[in-house]
């Protein structure tokens, strides 16, 4: 309870300079309930006030630990905050949702500037001309990008008119890498999709477990090797990372549909992403 009220403190100094008293109420004389409409007001109208009183009580704990002198009207307003913890909570979360809406316009605004780029590649399943392309950004390392892969397959298996451009990335392990270089090297012999298939269904990626599916899916293993180590290859890779790091790729599986960013995970969300771009045009 007192930790309650001790943050009650710091969200005070925030609230009183916002003039909460013009919420048109005699503050000393009004009621809890009155004085937490007037707060609740305050925060509707900017909830950044409870992101910044918990910033500034985390950074000067301390110093509201301290025991403080507080006013007649700064106690009731205290104990009022201590009492309805659900005006800061609500508030804190209506902030967040601004913060989230502003960021997924800025991303969104990103990758339309790169769309071309981003579309771009020469690693894809499906369609070679397609009147759709999603892409996918992905890490052969990554646990939800190997549960992705079966729904990229029936995407493409369900829409003739789409293609998905592969833009694979080494964020989580060296081994990354290898199976990023082994899809290339497949990609140039025709065989992209059985590789990247047969490697998303890999426990443990290695450089022999690899080559053990090179074989398997009939490559040529000369040329596989030359061209896995080529530097072609690697300036492919490069060229990913780049890109990933223009467009400020923080987590992978990260999906983009004709330039747009897509948040969801699930085949059925992701067929209606292209269903509604369906019936835009």
């Given at each position: 309870m007192k930790n309650l009220k001790v943050l009650s403190t710091a969200i005070l100094s925030i609230i009183m300079?916002?003039?909460i008293a013009t919420a048109s109420i005699d503050l000393n004389?009004?009621?809890?309930?009155e004085i937490a409409k007037a707060i609740a007001n305050v925060l509707k109208q900017n909830p950044k006030i409870a992101y910044d009183s918990l910033k500034a009580y985390n950074e000067n704990a301390?110093?509201?630990?301290k025991e403080k002198t507080m006013t007649p009207l700064e106690e009731k307003l205290a104990e009022v905050l201590k009492d309805?913890?659900?005006?800061?909570?609500?508030?804190?979360h209506i902030y967040e949702q601004e913060l989230r809406q502003k960021e997924l316009m800025q991303t969104a605004d990103l990758y339309k500037e790169y769309v071309?780029?981003?579309n771009g590649g020469e690693l894809y399943i499906g369609n070679p001309n397609?009147?759709?392309?999603l892409v996918e950004f992905f890490d052969f390392s990554c646990g939800y990008c190997k549960k992705m892969a079966p729904k990229l397959n029936k995407l493409v298996?369900?829409?003739k008119d789409l293609k998905i451009v592969l833009k694979p990335l080494s964020f989580l392990s060296e081994n990354s890498s290898y199976a990023a270089k082994a899809l290339i090297a497949a990609s140039k012999q025709g065989k992209l999709k059985e590789m990247y298939f047969k490697i998303m269904e890999q426990n443990r990626i290695t450089k022999e477990g690899l080559d053990k599916i090179a074989k398997e899916i009939g490559l040529d293993t000369s040329k596989y090797q030359k061209d896995y180590s080529s530097i072609e290859t690697q300036n492919l890779l490069n060229e990913n990372r780049v890109l990933a790091e223009?467009?400020?790729?923080?987590?992978?599986?990260?999906?983009?549909?004709e330039g747009m960013p897509l948040y969801a995970v699930e085949e059925v969300q992701l067929q209606r992403a292209i269903d509604i771009l369906r019936e835009q045009n």
């Open positions: 300079s916002c003039n004389n009004a009621t809890e309930e301390a110093l509201y630990q309805n913890p659900g005006l800061v909570v609500g508030a804190l071309a780029e981003i397609p009147k759709y392309t298996e369900k829409n223009k467009i400020k790729i923080k987590s992978v599986p990260t999906l983009v549909l």
